[in-house]
């Protein structure tokens, strides 16, 4: 089955810096990406998605590329504040279900 | 729109007591999905349902959890007898057939067994 790999796993950087985290899959096959952001004691919330047919997509600052090729994509977010602090997950769709990474934090101080 | 709908939000109960958690997915969406999530294993698929059908429940842990869909508009997951590892939140999540990969996640059951 698929396998998500996410990389960091934790992530620090200074309000108004970028910040990247990158996600491997292991099935060509997977078509569609997404990416949410879980508070603290907080529901995950879809935050962008990017399907196999498109190399990149914007939302203000935040971009998700995607390198099917190498099967890896990432999320972008530029102009980090201090609400940017989070977990992030990235997600594969296989076909039949999404199969999650094991999340980032991201903390932005200030 | 309301969103997913869950409860309780919170449940604590002690072992080998039978835990009911709820769902309501969104209106009009017809595929329901109910995930773990802890610290040591991350978010995990338990089952999911399309159009009120069970179609993999290979995430479910032990036989000592059940999960039902009667109508579309309703799901629960049971777990009976409880255990203390089974601490942990619980998902709903909602999808509908014009974009079936989306998922949308209700606020979660924390649930802690003594």
């Known amino acids: 089955g698929e396998n998500v790999e996410q990389h960091p796993s934790t992530l620090s950087v200074q309000e108004g810096d970028s910040a990247v985290i990158k996600c491997t899959y292991s099935?060509?096959?997977?078509?569609?990406f997404p990416w949410y952001k879980q508070e603290l004691g907080k529901r995950p919330q879809l935050i962008i998605d990017?399907?196999?047919?498109?190399g990149e997509k914007k939302d203000q600052r935040i971009a998700v590329t995607l390198n099917k090729t190498a099967k890896h994509f990432s999320l972008h977010i530029t102009e980090t504040q201090p609400e940017d602090s989070a977990v992030y997950f990235c997600a594969c769709f296989d076909g039949n279900k999404l199969v999650f990474g094991a999340g980032t934090i991201l903390r932005v101080k200030s | 729109d309301a969103g997913v709908i869950q409860s309780p939000r919170h449940e604590v109960t002690e072992m080998g007591q039978e835990v009911t958690l709820r769902c309501k997915p969104i209106s009009g969406h017809n595929s329901l999905f109910w995930y773990r999530q802890t610290m040591m294993r991350g978010l995990e698929l338990l089952i999911y349902f399309n159009n009120n059908v069970p179609i993999d429940d290979s995430g479910m842990p032990e036989d000592r959890f059940s999960a039902k869909m009667p109508n579309a508009s309703f799901s629960t997951l049971k777990i009976q007898p409880s255990e203390p590892r089974d601490s942990a939140v619980y998902f709903c999540a909602s999808s509908s057939a014009g974009t079936p990969n989306t998922q949308y996640f209700g606020p979660g059951t924390r649930l802690t067994v003594l």
């Open positions: 099935d060509s096959a997977s078509n569609y």
């Open positions: 990017i399907r196999s047919n498109v």
